[in-house]
């Protein structure tokens, strides 16, 4: 397809005049969702699924995300979702294994991440960051590049 073809279909739905009151940034992130996660979004974003905001991995969790950078953030959700944009449902469980510092799992078909339990914040951190950063098998957003 060419770009006209784009233009024309977008413009099916969208009436031109409407494009005078909008960038092409805003209209980005209406479609796509904002590259930047901030933890507020991210929050509103999260369900817990037999886990108490109080558990000791919940506040270690958001210890972590507070101390991640955007970019971070963004590849810790295309780890548990697929995506690296919100709007996205996020689920946590509690990993059943017994075991302490492992590397947290996901299922990006439910959203759903695999929490571990961590003997301190900079384990979780580390942990986390690893996942986000080295596990990129799936990757829904379609970035074809040399991650993988």
């Given at each position: 397809?060419d770009?006209?073809?784009?233009?024309?279909?977008?413009?099916?739905?969208?009436?031109?005049?409407?494009?005078?009151l909008?960038?092409?940034?805003?209209?980005?992130?209406?479609?796509?969702?904002?590259?930047?996660?901030t933890?507020e979004e991210?929050?509103?974003?999260?369900?817990l699924?037999?886990?108490e905001?109080?558990?000791?991995r919940?506040?270690?969790?958001?210890?972590?995300?507070?101390?991640?950078?955007?970019?971070?953030r963004?590849?810790?959700?295309?780890f548990?979702?697929?995506?690296?944009?919100?709007?996205?449902?996020?689920?946590?469980?509690?990993?059943?294994a017994?075991?302490?510092?492992c590397?947290p799992?996901?299922?990006?078909?439910?959203?759903?991440l695999?929490?571990p339990?961590?003997?301190?914040i900079?384990?979780?951190?580390?942990k986390?960051?690893?996942?986000?950063?080295?596990?990129?098998?799936?990757?829904?957003?379609?970035n074809?590049g040399?991650?993988?």
């Open positions: 397809m770009g006209q073809s784009y233009r024309e279909g977008f413009l099916s739905v969208v009436p031109e005049a409407a494009l005078n909008i960038t092409w940034r805003e209209i980005e992130i209406r479609i796509c969702g904002n590259p930047e996660i933890i991210l929050r509103k974003s999260v369900h699924d037999e886990l905001a109080s558990d000791e919940m506040k270690m969790f958001w210890e972590a995300m507070t101390n991640f950078s955007y970019e971070d963004s590849r810790f959700l295309r548990v979702t697929g995506r690296k944009r919100l709007p996205c449902p996020l689920y946590i469980s509690p990993n059943k017994s075991a302490i510092d590397l799992e996901s299922s990006t078909c439910s959203n759903t695999y929490l339990r961590y003997s301190s900079t384990v979780a951190e580390q986390l960051r690893y996942a986000a950063y080295n596990c990129v098998a799936i990757d829904t957003d379609l074809l040399n991650e993988l």
